[in-house]
């Protein structure tokens, strides 16, 4: 097996020393020794072209030339200015051509016939052929990096329209989390996880596994009828680095989200924060846990009653989700942690989850949750009205309390 990098350095050191002739002769020697595939590879390690290399081959072929004739050529073997010519040089309009195909919104026309396909190099080459330019499918790859393009896909970095006070409520955040922590007070930061199929379904990532032997899964995602979806929905703690996660059978709603903060705060927080009268919740802005559903303002005061505390909530402006603390220090765990692994059931689920690990610590208790949880469910003015709400001055609809009425 040749190694790519120790033919690259041959030619690199050999390069300087070597007049066209004698490198164009060594590499397709090369080329030739390593039969099957050598042209390619030894075009790949030196940088000449392959029709370069098969024309060594063919001088290797022919008969040398007597010494004497030889002692006479000079040390240039190409005449000055011979060779052709590039074709950016004997045709100016063909990077410009190129460039309006490719990116035809901002520097060409916007009807281009390959605004709506992949444009592959082959496509590229042919449209530039219709416009008379004679290319090739290689020399538009040459040409499209001189102009400065690379093969890239998209980046997820758009999240929506970017609120005028959004900076202003990540440190009013930022500082209530601060005053909550130094009190010895919870703070938790709350979402729901994607929906998951049960069953043999391809999950992302990849995973070490013996060589051709690779885990078998489902050819379509279709729904599994007996064994259904799960809808995982978190609490993190951010002062412990703790987490819990309820796995959901049933509807991702306003009702299931309060149970999840239930349940942690019966199985973890409660013991954490023995004392504690008051809590902070972090959300996002939408969701079973949106700023303007109701029902989840509803099962929060029955909540604050239940434990006799006051519960803050803080909601994420509109397109800020990923700031959310719970979505990079524990969901993104959990997703490597199951990378490439079959979700087959309810159990698998809660395992993986229970078993998500950092080096920093991190700890997740994660449960089945078997209630059911309708949708539709309307919540009255009055029922509203009768709520214990405290809105803040700044964006009321995002941070307010709501207190325990058995104090009332």
């Known amino acids: 097996m040749v190694d790519l990098n120790v033919l690259q350095r041959k030619y690199e050191l050999l390069s300087p020393h070597l007049d066209e002739l004698s490198m164009r002769l060594v590499v397709a020697a090369d080329a030739g020794a390593l039969g099957r595939g050598g042209p390619s590879l030894v075009a790949k390690a030196s940088g000449i072209s392959r029709t370069t290399i098969y024309a060594g081959l063919s001088d290797l072929n022919k008969e040398p030339a007597p ?36 990116d035809p919104i901002t520097r060409g026309d916007p009807e281009s016939p390959l605004r709506w396909t992949c444009k592959s190099t082959t496509k590229l080459a042919k449209e530039l052929r219709a416009k008379g330019h ?7 790859w040459t040409l499209l990096d001189q102009l400065g393009y690379s093969m890239q896909s998209n980046r997820k970095t758009r999240e929506g329209i970017e609120h005028p006070d959004r900076d202003e409520q990540f440190h009013f955040i930022a500082n209530k989390v601060q005053q909550f922590q130094e009190a010895c007070l919870p703070v938790i930061s709350v979402d729901a996880k994607k929906k998951e199929l049960i069953g043999r379904f391809e999950n992302a990532g990849r995973e070490w596994q013996k060589k051709g032997e690779p885990e078998k899964v489902n050819v379509y995602d279709f729904v599994d009828k007996e064994l259904g979806k799960v809808a995982p929905y978190g609490v993190y703690d951010l002062t412990y680095n703790q987490g819990w996660v309820s796995v959901g059978i049933d509807h991702d709603t306003a009702e299931f989200a309060v149970a999840t903060i239930r349940r942690w ?29 109701r029902l989840w303002k ?16 803080c909601h994420f402006p509109p397109g800020t989700s990923k700031w959310n603390k719970i979505e990079h220090r524990m969901f993104c765990h959990i997703s490597e942690n199951w990378r490439s692994r079959p979700l087959e059931s309810q159990a698998v689920v809660v395992n993986l989850i229970a078993n998500t690990r950092t080096e920093k610590g991190l700890e997740i208790q994660a449960e089945i949750d078997e209630e059911l949880y309708p949708t539709g469910i309307k919540i009255s003015d009055e029922h509203m009205a ?18 325990s009425r058995r104090n009332e």
């Open 67 to 102: 010494p004497s004739s030889f002692s006479k050529m000079k040390a240039r073997i190409r005449r000055s200015g011979g060779g052709r010519k590039r074709l950016t040089e004997t045709n100016p309009s063909l990077l410009e051509d190129l460039d309006k195909l490719v």
């Open 134 to 140: 004679q290319v090739s499918q290689r020399t538009v």
């Open 265 to 293: 705060w019966k199985h973890m927080g409660h013991s954490l924060y023995p004392q504690a009268n008051e809590m902070l919740i972090t959300a996002d802005g939408g969701g079973s846990n949106g700023s303007r559903v």
């Open 298 to 313: 509803i099962e929060l005061q029955r909540l604050a009653d239940d434990i006799n505390m006051t519960i803050h909530v």
């Open 386 to 403: 009768a709520i214990s709400i405290h809105r803040d001055e700044f964006h009321g609809e995002w941070n307010y309390k709501i207190c």
